[in-house]
């Protein structure tokens, strides 16, 4: 089947622009995660949403980031402003449900770079 | 001092030897997860287990609650299993508390 999906693989955006990351989740699963990795790093939690509420939006690094989650499908991350710190891959991950004893499906990841 | 620590944090190796990687973590937990992310690659999960053994080709995962550890051990390890490997427990809500992380190179 199906795993999750995120566009594009890669992004190259001036300093300053915005940027929307998408990703479309496993179907059926309610919960969704996005993760940021930036070079040689581990994973840093960003938001989870169940269904379409996000009640956990604490790991969002500034208020340049926002992100939403449409009919408990697709969802888009958005990074206004952005700058050089930015750059990492964002990552994608959807499980069953919000709990910690369910196995979490990555997506491929977007690279994104800021210049 | 970090909820899950991994060890080592670095493990090189000849193609053959058995491998382990260790997970301790301090919280209490629903289950513990070992994920593997190949370079420039996504990240798979590779087991999921809440108590004793599982075992998945050359993958053998074990984990003891008691004492709040886990390792994650490779039978005839081979280049291909080059990898980062990535311990994350699932605490009492819905995140993952995520491990550093051990990077494994198999040389031929």
């Known amino acids: 089947g199906a795993g999750v999906s995120q566009s594009p693989s890669n992004k190259v955006t001036e300093k300053g622009k915005d940027v929307e990351l998408r990703c479309d989740p496993i179907s059926g699963h309610t919960a969704l995660y996005w993760y940021r990795q930036s070079l040689g790093q581990g994973l840093e939690f960003l938001i989870y949403f169940q269904g379409n509420s996000a009640p956990d939006k604490s790991g969002l690094p500034s208020d340049r980031f926002s992100a939403e989650r449409t009919g408990g499908s697709v969802s888009t991350l958005t990074i206004q402003r952005t700058q050089q710190e930015d750059s990492a891959v964002y990552l994608c991950?959807?499980?069953?449900?919000?709990?910690?004893?369910?196995?979490?499906?990555f997506g491929p990841g977007t690279r994104l770079t800021v210049t | 001092k970090n909820e899950v620590e991994q060890s080592p944090q670095n493990l090189t190796a000849q193609e053959g030897e058995f491998i382990t990687i260790n997970c301790s973590y301090s919280?209490?937990?629903?289950?513990l997860h070992w994920l593997q992310q190949h370079p420039g690659g996504g990240i798979v999960s590779l087991f999921m287990l809440s108590s004793g053994k599982k075992k998945h080709g050359r993958l053998i995962a074990t984990i003891n609650i008691q004492e709040k550890h886990s390792s994650l051990h490779i039978t005839a390890s081979h280049p291909r299993d080059s990898a980062v490997y990535i311990c994350?427990?699932?605490?009492?809500?819905?995140?993952?508390?995520w491990g550093a992380g051990t990077k494994l190179i198999i040389k031929p």
């Open positions: 919280v209490g937990i629903s289950a």
């Open positions: 991950a959807s499980s069953l449900a919000g709990q910690g004893a369910y196995e979490q499906y």
């Open positions: 994350a427990v699932g605490a009492s809500n819905y995140q993952l508390i």
